[in-house]
């Protein structure tokens, strides 16, 4: 019953929110929020939790502020996600800003193949969009969602915005292997491990484990491994991207997989900190929480 509850919730809100007009459905998720906010359930909490790790410098009411902002820009996700459909091209594209593009259009045109790492900030479909409008179509993966009809609905999604998105499983990564051997670009949101066998990384001063697939991946298939960092402005998106992190020379392929996944974790933690509102963090990162 709760799987069907949860189904139509999101069903719902796909057609309401959509068919509503834009100010009054920003108005209402930014007060849903604050409602959310005020419950102090298990997301906020952890919200918090997350947070208090990035700045632990914070007294009680400044981090109880960016907790508030950081939900409100996570509900902003949602009613994104809920009114993306019907969005034009012009819009998409009038409403995104990049650092450093040709870190990822320069590999896709010499058919190197491209690996994007970046965490759960700001709206990570809406950068996907835009590369797929500009003539750069992306595999990524996504987490199998219950009840499997809401899995489903979250695929035909990404489908129609021109993503090919692959079910997280065992067959995954030879696929994405494929794709990168073929010039293409994968997209992978990495600042969580989801198999139980990520690697081990420092992460604001603590232990955590994060996924090893983009690492491994640039090593085997000489693809070009980047990070990006997605924060939202006041009418779209910002997408900072970094240099390639290279393949260490020396080194068993896990250790030099583990040295490149922490540099990739240092850099999520610089733009992080910088922009700690749009990190949609609400799961469990360190090893250590308790939370």
């Known amino acids: 019953m709760s799987e069907n509850l949860s189904y139509w919730g999101y069903t719902l809100a796909w057609k309401i929110v959509r068919w509503l007009p834009e100010k009054l459905a920003y108005r209402i ?15 906020v909490k952890r919200l918090r939790f997350n947070f208090q790790k990035v700045h ?25 996600t809920f009114r993306f459909p019907s969005w034009s091209i012009e819009r998409l594209l009038s409403t995104t800003t990049c650092s450093n ?21 700001g709206n990570w479909d809406h950068a996907g969009a835009y590369f797929c409008a500009t003539g750069i179509p992306l595999t990524t993966v996504a987490e199998h969602l219950k009840p499997e009809k809401l899995f489903r609905k979250f ?11 692959l079910d997280l499983d065992s067959r995954s990564i030879a696929t994405l292997a494929q794709r990168l051997r073929a010039g ?21 001063g603590d232990g955590a484990r994060m996924p090893g697939g983009p690492a491994l991946l640039a090593i085997q298939t000489g693809a070009d491994l980047i990070t990006a960092f997605v924060k939202y402005e006041k009418s779209g998106i910002h997408i900072f991207f970094e240099d390639a992190i290279p393949v260490p020379e020396n080194g068993t392929v896990g250790e030099k997989a583990a040295v490149m996944t922490q540099i990739m974790a240092d850099r999520f933690a610089t733009q992080i900190s910088r922009h700690t509102v749009d990190w949609h963090m609400l799961q469990r990162i360190w090893v250590d929480a308790d939370a």
């Open 101 to 121: 593009e040709e870190l990822l259009r320069e590999p896709i045109a010499a058919k190197r193949g491209c690996i994007v790492a970046l965490p759960h900030a």
């Open 29 to 43: 998720a930014d007060r849903f929020a604050d409602f959310l906010y005020s419950r102090n359930g298990k997301g």
């Open 155 to 165: 695929l035909e999604y990404r489908s129609k915005i021109g993503m090919e998105v």
């Open 184 to 204: 293409k670009l994968v997209a992978l949101v990495a600042d969580r491990d989801l198999s139980k066998n990520g690697v081990p990384v420092n992460f604001f």
């Open 56 to 80: 632990p410098e914070l007294d009680s009411s400044e981090l109880e502020f960016l907790t508030n902002a950081g939900f409100r820009s996570y509900l902003r996700y949602w009613c994104d």
